[in-house]
């Protein structure tokens, strides 16, 4: 009877305790997930929105601007109020436009004469009859001073392209026709591929009635029809920005949509959670069902070892599997600390956005395992070049970050050179018979300036190594030193 009674309470202890480290367990798993959640919705599909609107402003924004300058200049207005008796001064005009705004084409619809001008001529009359026509006469009555629409191109009809129309009218508001310019769908459309490849997200631009204008998966249709999204399609709509969390099929997806005021579409970007996020989630499951049947000894060795298993989760959230380095999720405090150190000891920031010259091209030559040995292989090198408060991000992919406190241009010029001359005297060595691998990088360099947030300066950078890449890589670009 002893031995049963025993027996019985250490079973009931067993499973009270049992029943409380699951209880633990499963507030954990909750927690974390949910934290999760949040640093997707509250963080990351922000800064991967203001990214993608940023890299918009060069493909819609300046040709906006610049369409908004065609029907300011009094040149269009003076030669349409004289009778237009030198059509060739009007199409010599478009023609210039054109070369310097790198559009695809540009055109002047006059309300006088019905002519409908191009940098080739005039290509024709405008009529209330013709299908062709009825963009002009909807535009003109809808009293809007500018707009986007997608169409075929009146000197190219095999080619779809993105007009901006802005209102032509003299100094007494009297409507004189409309002019703009037009941009190839094809190049916004490869242009969002390219983002979502970057940042793998789905991305839409959405007009005022939800229908979907281009997208980087080149799907058509309405905003209502995007699985999950139906009944929320108003709201994302009417807000000018927003954070959402959805479901579909039991799975999450993750939804920012951001309004681009100077046009009204609305950027809508889709992510589900990346494949380190679903491992941790992985992980964080498997720890919950092993917790379901440990017993009452391994108990107390597994409250003893949650100490380092959970600083073991959070490098592992905050770290980067292959290389080691921190990963852009924990960019954002690292930042705002150095920026506050720096304003305090009244020093630089400076900032370096680096990338591997034809990375693609090892990964299709020598394969993944080449190309994962080159991703390691550079960050040590560049680690052996670094302070202990040089923080390293690796940014994605073949990119790395830089931040470096304390260095004005010149020294960190100087340092990200001799980042140069080690890798060149350092190549990879493999097992290709062909011999050791030489890396080289492309960086962008500038400085943070007082004021200025992380997403402009992460676009200055960009734009820096962009301008690197595009002159020849293997060398260093600086950005300019005020905010664009």
């Known amino acids: ?75 269009l207005e003076d030669a349409i109020s004289r009778g237009e008796y030198e059509p060739k001064l009007l199409t010599d005009y478009l023609q210039g436009v054109q070369d310097k705004t790198g559009a695809i084409t540009t055109f002047l619809a006059s309300e006088r004469t019905g002519r409908y001008y191009h940098p080739s001529g005039v290509l024709k009359r405008l009529s209330p009859v013709d299908p062709q026509d009825s963009w002009y006469y909807r535009f003109r009555n809808s009293r809007q001073l500018i707009e986007i629409n997608i169409d075929r191109d009146t000197a190219n009809l095999s080619r779809v392209t993105a007009f901006i129309n802005v209102r032509l009218q003299d100094a007494g508001g009297r409507f004189l026709g409309a002019t703009g310019l037009g941009l190839d769908v094809r190049l916004l459309q490869d242009q969002l591929s390219r983002y979502q490849q970057r940042f793998g997200a789905r991305i839409l631009l959405v007009d005022r009635l939800g229908r979907i204008v281009i997208s980087s998966d080149d799907r058509r249709g309405n905003l209502s029809q995007i699985a999950g999204l139906g009944p929320l399609s108003r709201r994302i709509l009417q807000q000018a920005s927003t954070s959402l969390k959805v479901q579909e099929n039991g799975r999450d997806f993750y939804v920012r949509a951001t309004r681009i005021k100077e046009i009204g579409w609305t950027l809508v970007v889709i992510q589900e959670r990346t494949a380190e996020q679903s491992a941790f989630m992985g992980l964080l499951t498997q720890n919950l069902v092993a917790a379901v049947l440990i017993g009452v000894v391994l108990l107390i060795l597994a409250q003893l070892t949650l100490g380092r298993d959970q600083q073991r989760l959070e490098a592992i959230a905050q770290t980067d599997n292959l290389s080691g380095l921190l990963n852009r999720r924990v960019f954002e405090q690292l930042f705002q600390q150095l920026v506050a150190l720096a304003k305090r000891r009244d020093e630089p920031l400076a900032v370096a956005l680096m990338d591997i010259d034809h990375f693609k091209q090892v990964n299709d030559t020598h394969g993944h395992l080449v190309g994962d040995a080159v991703i390691c292989h550079v960050s040590r090198r560049l680690k052996s070049h670094l302070r202990e408060s040089d ?39 493999t097992d290709d018979t062909a011999g050791p691998l030489g890396v080289t990088m492309s960086f962008g360099l500038t400085l943070h300036q007082p004021g200025e947030s992380s997403s402009q300066l992460l676009h200055r950078v960009d734009k820096a190594l962009y301008e690197a890449k595009h002159a020849g890589r293997d060398r260093i670009c600086i950005s300019p030193s005020v905010p664009m």
């Open 391 to 429: 923080p390293l991000f690796r940014w994605g992919g073949e990119e790395f970050l830089l931040l470096l406190p304390g260095c004005d241009l010149e020294e960190a010029q100087v340092r990200l050179a001799s980042i140069r001359t080690d890798l060149a005297h350092h190549p990879l060595d």
């Open 1 to 75: 009877m002893k031995s049963l009674g025993g027996n019985k309470f250490l079973l009931v202890l067993s499973a009270l305790m049992l029943a409380g480290l699951s209880a633990i367990s499963l507030f954990s798993y909750l927690r974390a997930r949910s934290l999760i959640d949040l640093q997707i919705v509250k963080n990351d599909l922000p800064l991967t929105s203001e990214a993608i609107v940023s890299g918009l402003e060069h493909d819609l924004l300046q040709p906006i601007l610049a369409s908004g300058l065609m029907a300011d200049n009094t040149f």
